[in-house]
């Protein structure tokens, strides 16, 4: 039920709508629950709705963790 | 992505190296599906057991309220939008799916923002969405309703069924028939609530908590996090699930549902009648509160004969502990929600487990 996608914000619209990319597929959303979101960030939506914009800095920090890691391993 | 493979193997042997006995509770029926898809619960030792909690909103929704939505149905000149999830859901004597085949006009969309499309283009009729879910959903609901409003659309309302997550977990918390030691919490709940709900919980029950997401790699990293601090006799609301959850939640989300829902008492299957736990439509909404518009009774709590969703829903039993489970209910045939819901307890258990683990 609280299943969400992560999309990529192509074009911002009037009204709050957002064109997205979700895997090769775009749609509309809205994005009136992440006002500050710009095109090229990657929102997380639920039910038609943006509900975050997701951290890329935080995905890719992990990403580098996980290489030290290993490095130290 | 070798790196991933690599980092999961590790947390999958730090966890299986894991000698104290452990109850973690996921309350998230993605994370069910999610858990019983990767296979984690087969891979962890019998030392560590990982339970379902009530984290499927259909599952959750009493018999009365889905009783009184199907009576709703029935009506004249009334198109209920839902919710995919919903239509098979059996009520004591029909579903939404009969209602149609009846005659019913239920229609199914993915955003609540699709019924008042349906509200502008059958001005004739009266639209209801069904409202049903957590946190997550309540925003989307709330400014549905606040576009409703703005545009005048008087044939619009809402039936909301939605609820809290906060109280069902204190209660299960303390309920000494339920045997928990740490929380797997929701990850999109938290994304509009944030993590003080569960620093509350957390410091009161002396229980940690673990915001974790949905890739098998963040189930993993979300139990090895909680089983460093049950080691370290710890109790604290933590975030894996960090490049979504913010630590003060959406604020923007808790807005829009402050401002148009009012927390009241909501019945939920398996764990009772809890205090503000239940999304109300406030005052100046109620013109577009369904309940109130077309005047629909609280319907009496009518259980189905051997059906253990409930047991099921607070941890106290596994599904394959059902009598009917794999039995006289299936997907195909389901007598209660937890095996109707894609998302269920029964439902993603029975789709997962191998047979002989079904019992």
Known sequence: MCLGVPAKVIELMAN??????????????????????????YVLVHAGFAMEIIDESIALETMQYLEELLQYE | MSEISDYRQQLLQAIQTEKATVSLMEVCGTHTMAIAKSGIRELLPPNIK????????VCVTSQGDID????????????????GDMMRVPG?????????????????AYSPLDALRVARENTDKEVV?????????????????????????????????????????ELIFSDPNINVDGLICPGHVSVVIGVEPYEILAHKYKKPCVITGFETMDILEGIFMLLKQIKQGDAQAEIQYRRVVKR???LVARQSIEKVFKPVEARWRGLGVIPDSGLALREEYESMDARLKFNIPDMEEMPIKGCACGEVL????????????????????????????HEGSCAAYYRYTPAKGRG
């Open chain 1, 16 to 41: 709050d709508v957002a064109r997205v990319d979700v895997n090769g597929n775009q749609t509309e959303i809205s994005v009136r629950l992440t006002p500050e979101v710009k095109i090229n960030e």
């Open chain 2, 50 to 57: 990982l339970l379902s909690g009530p984290g499927c909103p």
């Open chain 2, 68 to 83: 009184a939505v199907i009576e709703m149905a029935r009506q004249k000149d009334i198109v209920l939008v839902t919710f």
């Open chain 2, 92 to 108: 004591t004597y029909s579903s939404l799916q009969e209602e149609r085949s009846q005659g019913a006009d239920v229609r199914i």
């Open chain 2, 129 to 169: 969405f069904l409202g049903i879910g957590f946190e997550t959903t309540a925003p989307a609901i709330a400014i549905t309703l606040e576009q409703a409003r703005s545009e005048g659309l008087s044939n619009f309302s809402v039936f909301s069924l939605h609820k809290v997550v906060p109280p069902a977990l």
């Open chain 2, 248 to 250: 003060e939640g959406n």
């Open chain 2, 314 to 341: 607070t941890g106290k039993i596994n599904p394959p502990d059902c009598l009917l489970f794999g039995r006289a209910c299936t997907p195909l045939n389901p007598v209660g929600p937890c095996m109707v819901s």
